[in-house]
């Protein structure tokens, strides 16, 4: 995997980096994100259920929650989905897509954007 966090990190113009909770069943796929992101300088917090992803949301006001895709359908999402802005991720995204539809989702949020 190329490391894209050089070319695509800039410094914050707010106080902090937004704060986003990952959502992933598979454990490779959420720790790969969570290194991507933390590298990028977001602050992570992950969970691999719905169950806990939705109590940790009533704990916290995330920024954003990142949904992967095999939860994208699950009922249970519109709970959390009404704590928290969310946005879904394919299982095949890139590092470079991750980051770009993050960017996306964070802009039309209005918060902090990592990259360009």
């Not at 790969?32 to 992570?44: F, K, N, T, V």
């Not at 946005?87 to 209005?110: G, N, P």
Request: charged share 25%; with cysteine; proline share 3%.
């Amino acid at each position: 995997m190329k490391w894209l966090g050089p070319q695509l990190v800039r410094k914050p113009q707010q106080d902090r980096w937004p704060v986003l909770l990952s959502v992933c069943p598979n454990i490779d796929r959420m720790l790969s994100r969570e290194h991507i992101l933390s590298a990028a300088g977001y602050q992570m917090v992950s969970a691999t259920t719905l169950e806990a992803a939705s109590e940790m949301a009533h704990l916290y006001k995330f920024d954003l929650v990142l949904l992967d895709q095999e939860y994208a359908r699950e009922a249970e999402t519109s709970r959390l989905r009404d704590l928290c802005l969310s946005m879904v991720v394919h299982q095949s995204a890139s590092e470079e897509d991750l980051l770009t539809q993050l960017c996306r989702a964070l802009k039309q949020a209005d918060l902090v954007v990592a990259v360009h």
